[in-house]
């Protein structure tokens, strides 16, 4: 079993439209949690972490179940510049950052 | 903006040669990480230092990489020989460890894209 898994997508939604991607992790441990964001042929960039109370950037909403072992990213209206993939990446131990295959989303007019 | 620079941006080089890949972290980072990006696998951890000293490079084929960091301000990734299956974008990043990853998180660089023919 992967130490993150996530389901690759594609998620294909109307602009305004509100989605939502679900992750799954395999350490129990795992400290920290993030949502990171990757287009096209470009390097993933840091979107927000995920605080174990649930945490809001605007139009992304981030949440963890501890119990369940997963973490969710929900974006509302979406917007054209939102298309990408979102990657899910957890700190199982020390410094290291574990990351899931992506969500690739595409937002179309 | 403090940005990670990596070179170089593109390589294609053939089977058998070998293959070098420069990362400057961020000023004052002390852990850098070396990923290698794949359609198939995403973003596999090849190794990572912290404070120059290499901490865990397990994600590594031993017999053909190497990873070192000679100095603060740069990290190096080597593959001798290349072979076709090492065809990926390496990514370095870097950031401040030390008890975890810290809440921002880590900054990549903008990757290097390999391709051995």
């Known amino acids: 079993r992967k130490e993150v898994e996530q389901d690759p997508g594609p998620f294909n939604v109307p602009e305004g439209a509100t989605v939502a991607f679900n992750c799954t992790y395999s350490?129990?441990?795992?400290?920290?949690f993030f949502w990171y964001r990757q287009d096209c042929r470009k390097e993933p960039k840091l979107l927000m972490s995920?605080?174990?109370s649930g945490n809001e950037d605007g139009r992304f909403t981030a949440q963890l179940n501890r119990a369940s072992q997963y973490i969710s990213l929900l974006i509302r209206d979406s917007k054209l510049s939102d298309s990408a993939t979102y990657l899910c990446?957890?700190?199982?131990?020390?410094?290291?950052?574990?990351f899931g295959t992506g969500t690739r989303l595409q937002v179309f007019p | 903006d403090a940005r990670v620079t990596q070179t170089p941006r593109d390589k294609v080089t053939e089977m058998g040669q070998e293959v070098t890949m420069r990362c400057q972290p961020i000023?004052?980072?002390?852990?850098v990480f070396w990923y290698r990006q794949t359609m198939m696998q995403g973003l596999e951890l090849l190794a990572y230092?912290?404070?120059?000293?290499?901490?865990?490079d397990s994600g590594m084929p031993k017999d053909r990489f190497s990873a070192e960091m000679p100095d603060a301000t740069l990290a190096t990734l080597k593959i001798q020989p290349s072979e076709p299956r090492d065809s990926a974008v390496y990514f370095c990043?870097?950031?401040?460890?030390?008890?975890?990853?810290?809440?921002?998180?880590?900054?990549f660089g903008s990757g290097t894209r390999l391709t051995v023919v």
């Open positions: 990446v957890v700190n199982p131990w020390t410094d290291k950052l574990i």
């Open positions: 350490n129990s441990a795992s400290q920290s």
């Open positions: 990043a870097s950031g401040l460890g030390g008890s975890g990853a810290p809440a921002y998180g880590y900054t």
């Open positions: 000023l004052g980072h002390n852990t």
């Open positions: 230092f912290r404070n120059r000293a290499p901490l865990d």
């Open positions: 995920v605080y174990s």
